[in-house]
């Protein structure tokens, strides 16, 4: 065997198994946090009302914290499941126009915060439905949505659409930044491009995971994933056929955001929202700094 096939194989097997045992510790610690954070306030809640008035923030704090850290895990899973083949998607019958409506509602607000204009357009009149994996629609949305709003300056516009095309709905969001490097380009759809600059320009702002897991969604789900950017922006555009492939359905794995009665949000695609727009304001709050100093 060609050694440098052998030392890609290697680095692959390292690779998923750092993956799988990081989102296995991710897990394990968040679910030791999720079980405090909920036994704690119940007793605040009977014990101390009035301590747990003014703690409030603490525990919104530990909520936005465990949510960002359920996003990561989520997104290492899915890694290791993508380089491992055996992502599958869970079909069921989608309202996509429903669905991306209400999460966008959520990262609009978000984006006002950020200084970031995002708008949605939506044509669809009555409802088409078509067989997709929810998880997966809500990770194509949010990973898009993310890289353009993170790319973007304070003051400009992101617009996001899903129009009805002939036999397929187009699902485009589209920025106003500087654009991909040509470096990132060249690698357009692998797994940590995008994380450091190699020509010593810095780290990127992400780990270089969203193209990379949209375009495996995608793939796996029959749609298809185009690219184009330029100095004046940067759009993507997914296609999405009303007639795909057949498609072999995965296993109904527990979703990694889930909702209790300790504070947790009441839906999955809520509580994904939310995590989000936490990775918005951690980078916010980042660069404020930067410009203070």
């Known amino acids: 065997m060609n050694k440098s096939l052998e030392q890609q194989l290697f680095e692959q097997n390292q690779r998923g198994a750092l993956c799988s045992g990081l989102s296995h510790e991710i897990y394990q610690a968040l679910s030791a946090i999720r079980v405090s954070s909920g036994l704690l306030r ?18 919104e704090n ?5 949510l960002r850290l ?54 669809l009149s ?31 516009t992101v617009k996001a659409a899903l129009h ?43 780990a270089g995971l969203g193209l990379y897991l949209v375009h495996m969604y995608t793939q796996a789900m029959g749609w298809k994933l185009e690219l184009s950017s330029s100095q004046q922006g940067t759009k993507a555009c997914v296609w999405i056929p009303f007639a ?12 990694t955001f889930r909702s209790d009665a300790c504070g947790w949000q009441d839906s999955v695609q809520r509580s994904r929202v939310l995590a989000e727009l936490g990775v918005w304001q951690a980078r916010k709050i980042a660069g404020d700094e930067q410009e203070e100093v």
């Open 42 to 59: 119940q007793a605040m809640d009977k014990e101390s009302p009035q301590a747990w008035g003014q703690l409030g923030w603490v525990f």
């Open 62 to 66: 530990i909520d936005q914290s465990t």
């Open 70 to 123: 359920s996003r990561v895990a989520e997104n290492l899973q899915d890694l290791l499941q993508a380089e491992r083949g055996t992502l599958a998607p869970r079909l069921e019958a989608l309202d996509l126009a429903e669905q991306y409506s209400e999460a966008m509602e959520l990262l609009q607000n978000g984006a006002r915060l950020y200084g970031v204009d995002l708008q949605w357009e939506c044509d």
């Open 126 to 156: 009555q409802p088409v439905f078509l067989s997709a994996d929810s998880d997966w629609a809500d990770k194509i949305l949010l990973h898009l949505v993310t890289n353009a709003v993170l790319c973007s300056e304070r003051g400009q």
């Open 164 to 206: 009805l095309r002939d036999q397929a709905l187009e699902l485009t969001v589209e920025d106003q930044g500087p654009g991909l490097p040509d470096w990132v380009k060249e690698h357009l759809f692998e797994a940590f491009v995008g994380q450091y600059d190699p020509m010593g320009e810095g780290a990127a702002a992400g």
């Open 244 to 255: 795909s492939a057949q498609l072999q359905a995965g296993p109904a794995d527990e979703p």
